[in-house]
């Protein structure tokens, strides 16, 4: 079993709806949580960083439940430009940065 | 603003073949890593190092090696390159929590 797993893709949307992806870690020592963004063939950046208290950017909302273990990243009002892979990002040394663990991604395509 | 600069850019082996990949940070960032990335699995953690002189294996540490001699560098060298690791490369710097990646290196062993 992978250490961080996210749902399987691709998600296929129309523009506006809302899409909801779903992560669990199975590492309990885990530290910090992130939702990264991957474009075709580029390298992944930062989209948020996830807390426990639930967080919000704009349209995207990470929450974090320590107790299951589950991470998850709502995009509401999907726009084309958000068609990319996202990736799961578990942290287990805290903020030290240097061992980040990636789910396998989720793809999104955002459709007109 | 060069952030991580790794190069070659795009490479292809033969099997047996050495090389190093190149992997340079001007953020002055503590930490860094070698990930590889391959269709389906995500990025996976080769090697990563927490400063200078320091390194430690990741999740696929197996025929690659690193050091870290600077802050700035983390060279990444396979030693007997095989077709299995035909894969995209990434190199990443990070402080405190985010990465910041390299635009990556597209292997070939063939």
């Known amino acids: 079993r992978k250490e961080v797993e996210q749902d399987p893709g691709p998600f296929n949307v129309p523009e506006g709806a809302t899409v909801a992806f779903n992560c669990t870690y199975s590492n309990s020592a885990s530290q910090s949580f992130f939702w990264y963004r991957q474009d075709c063939r580029k390298e992944p950046k930062l989209l948020m960083s996830v807390y426990s208290s639930g967080n919000e950017d704009g349209r995207f909302t990470a929450q974090l439940n320590r107790a299951s273990q589950y991470i998850s990243l709502l995009i509401r009002d999907s726009k084309l430009s958000d068609s990319a892979t996202y990736l799961c990002v578990v942290n287990r040394e805290g903020n030290q940065g240097g061992k980040l663990i990636f789910g396998q991604g989720t793809e999104l395509s955002v459709k007109p | 603003n060069a952030g991580v600069t790794q190069t070659p850019k795009f490479q292809v082996l033969k099997t047996g073949q050495s090389m190093t990949l190149q992997c340079a940070q001007d953020?002055?960032?503590?930490?860094m890593s070698w990930y590889r990335q391959d269709p389906g699995m995500g990025l996976r953690l080769i090697h990563y190092s927490v400063g200078a002189g320091i390194t430690d294996q990741g999740e696929v540490p197996n025929g690659y090696n690193v050091s870290r001699s600077t802050t700035e560098d983390f060279p990444l060298r396979l030693l007997s390159a095989a077709p299995s690791q035909t894969s995209v490369y990434f190199c990443?710097?990070?402080?405190?929590?985010?990465?910041?990646f390299g635009q990556g290196t597209r292997l070939t062993v063939v």
């Open positions: 953020m002055n960032h503590e930490y």
């Open positions: 990443a710097s990070s402080y405190p929590d985010e990465a910041f």
